[in-house]
């Protein structure tokens, strides 16, 4: 089996903070860059924030940037996406995917570059 499994997602007030693992089922995530897409109800799926196979380039969307931070742990074989300042926009499902493709300012969001994509966790922000 080729899968990957996000967790850490919930109900949480506005302001406060997340933090949502992904780990694979079946393969190592040393070699992929990782990427943290959403999809809110009656909205397409968009783009959050990728990581590089090395760590070593981030890129996030505007809309979280200075909020969400990306990070991974190979030894741990785990790619992390903490958020804080949560805000009730922020609600949605959230999956990571991985890519062997290299990733750029003006296209790491493009869900076509991702071939493996997990089941998605709930993460909802209301008071």
């Known amino acids: 089996q080729v899968q990957l499994v996000e967790s850490g997602g919930g109900l949480v007030q506005p302001g406060g903070s997340l933090r949502l693992s992904c780990a694979p089922s079946?393969?190592?995530?040393?070699?992929?860059?990782i990427g943290w897409f959403r999809q809110a109800p009656g909205k397409e799926r968009e783009g959050v924030s990728c990581i590089s196979s090395t760590g070593g380039a981030t890129f996030y969307a505007d809309s979280v940037k200075g909020r969400f931070t990306i990070s991974r742990d190979n030894a741990k074989n785990t790619v992390y996406l903490q958020m804080n300042s949560l805000k009730p926009e922020d609600t949605a499902i959230y999956y990571c995917a991985a890519t062997m493709g290299t990733l750029h300012p003006f296209s790491w969001y493009r869900e076509s570059k991702y071939g493996y994509w997990g089941q998605g966790t709930q993460v909802t922000v209301s008071s």
């Open positions: 079946g393969f190592t995530l040393d070699y992929y860059g």
